[in-house]
């Protein structure tokens, strides 16, 4: 029988099953991304001893891959807000986290992130994760520079501006270009190994083992074609990821992911995390929600193009983080979609050069026409927003006036946004129900002793799609990965 089929995340081990320990810590991390090294080194400074299971040949995890932004404000704002001129205050960080978190925002979590977002930047820097300290203003889906500062969710756009004063919260290692995650990365793996967590790549844990009074005491792992039995004297957690590539998972849970065709992940997001928690009776949350972007621009000048459905309605503020209006497409009816734009905004989408033009006209009536919609339902749209816009109004969709202009050079065109014709990012955000302190709680919200779960394979801060803010994923993972480390790390043996 071969030890997948012996040993399943979906199915935890009785100690009694055990027939001895190979090894064993304190404190036992699956997973050695965002939030598993930082639950390591604060499970370390705390005096606890580690053991690190990173299934991949090198730490990192999806995170590596990310473009290094963390989001962080409030208490009057970081020392580079500051500098900057942004007053960002606790209560307006916490009023926008709130509403991100969408109709599932956990208050608690927020107080703790919104008080502490500060201190933990100061943190990352006290590690020596560089930060230039430079401000990039504009919309960007990420800094095309090494600049750390800039606008990078919804902080500007309605109904959040309404709520909450806006400032920029996305703080970016300095990094020339994407790829800043792997910058943050080898600092916090190095910090990790260099205060003593015993690292074991190429390790994968097969199933939690459960001892008296369903307490978790440790892990099945295969490391090395051997399978190994590690007890945690105090506790494991969780830090595997979330579960974008299990195709079974999306298809039960979050089928609507199925239409991005681009999984933003290392590859082993595979789920076995909130499988292992499932199996020692975990609840789980919001495990239908999921990130997902199209990137329609840059260039800018597309934010100042609007988007129509098959029925030549508008249906969202385009100055919206580029996730919310993603899920907005991707509902349309029929997935049909297209951003109109005249010959003055016109311009090729950089990160996606090859979509199709749908139609172009001398007059909105032609690419109507050419899209085949409804007679006259295009035109009026465009009309009526060209009218509101030259008076610097959207009454229906609150665009910001900064984004609004006129659509009345021609030519016209229509860039398709229908289903097929782009290429959407997705990753997943529900994951297991847990405290901040990282304890992971079952149906009835009682903690089970010894599991402690962050970053993805926890419902953290990001529980909501149209939320979404870039750096609010490596802001929760690192945050209440350390948080995690600290409680298992003070958990009684």
Wanted: aromatic content about 8%; glycine content about 14%.
């Amino acid at each position: 029988m071969s030890e997948e089929v012996r040993y399943s995340p979906g199915r935890a081990v009785s100690e009694a099953q055990v027939p001895g320990w190979d090894d064993e810590a304190d404190v036992v991390v699956v997973g050695f991304g965002a939030a598993g090294a930082c639950a390591a080194i604060e499970a370390r400074n705390a005096g606890a001893d580690v053991i690190v299971l990173e299934v991949a040949g090198a730490g990192g995890g999806s995170a590596a891959l990310s473009g290094g932004e963390v989001y962080v404000g409030g208490n009057g704002g970081t020392d580079v807000q500051r500098e900057h001129g942004f007053s960002d205050s606790t209560d307006d960080l916490r009023r926008y986290l709130m509403m991100s978190g969408g109709p599932a925002a956990d208050a608690e979590r927020v107080d703790v992130y919104a008080e502490n977002a500060v201190q933990h930047f100061n943190w990352l820097r006290s590690l020596g994760v560089p930060f230039k300290g430079t401000y990039l203003p504009g919309k960007w889906i990420e800094p095309p520079t090494d600049d750390t500062l800039l606008w990078s969710g919804n902080e500007k756009a309605w109904p959040w501006s309404a709520e909450a004063q806006p400032a920029p919260r996305g703080h970016t290692v300095q990094f020339t270009g994407w790829g800043g995650g792997q910058v943050l990365m080898k600092v916090l793996c190095d910090q990790a190994v260099a205060l003593g967590a015993q690292l074991h790549c190429n390790s994968r844990a097969l199933a939690l083992v459960i001892g008296e009074h369903r307490r978790v005491v440790g892990v099945v792992a295969r490391q090395d074609g051997q399978i190994r039995y590690l007890r945690a004297r105090r506790g494991v957690i969780l830090c595997a990821g979330g579960f974008i590539c299990n195709a079974d998972m999306v298809r039960r849970f979050v089928p609507s992911a199925l239409d991005c065709q681009l999984p933003v992940t290392g590859g082993n997001d595979d789920g076995s995390g909130i499988r292992m928690g499932i199996s020692v009776g975990a609840a789980t949350l919001n495990m239908q929600e999921f990130f997902a972007t199209l990137p329609f621009f840059p260039p800018a000048s597309l934010v100042k193009g609007i988007f129509v459905n098959g029925h030549g309605q508008r249906f969202v503020n385009e100055d919206s983080y580029h996730g919310r209006v993603a899920h907005a497409v991707l509902r349309q009816p029929q997935g049909r979609a297209w951003l109109l734009v005249d010959n003055e905004i016109f311009g090729r989408p950089i990160l996606q050069e090859d979509l199709e033009i749908a139609a172009v006209g001398e007059s909105w009536e032609e690419v109507e026409q050419e899209l085949g919609l409804p007679a006259g339902a295009l035109v009026h749209a465009v009309e009526e927003f060209n009218r509101y816009a030259a008076a610097g109004e959207d009454p229906h969709f609150h665009k910001s006036e900064e984004w609004l202009r006129p659509l009345t050079e021609p030519p016209f065109a229509a860039l398709s946004y229908c289903k097929g014709d782009f290429q959407a990012h997705a990753f997943t955000l529900g994951g297991l129900a847990t405290k901040p302190t990282g304890e992971v709680l079952d149906a009835d919200g009682e903690a089970i002793t010894g599991l402690y779960a962050a970053g993805r394979t926890a419902c953290g801060l990001p529980r909501w799609g149209e939320g979404y803010s870039s750096g609010l994923s490596l802001g929760d993972s690192t945050f209440f990965g350390r948080m995690a480390g600290r409680s298992a790390a003070a958990l009684s043996s």
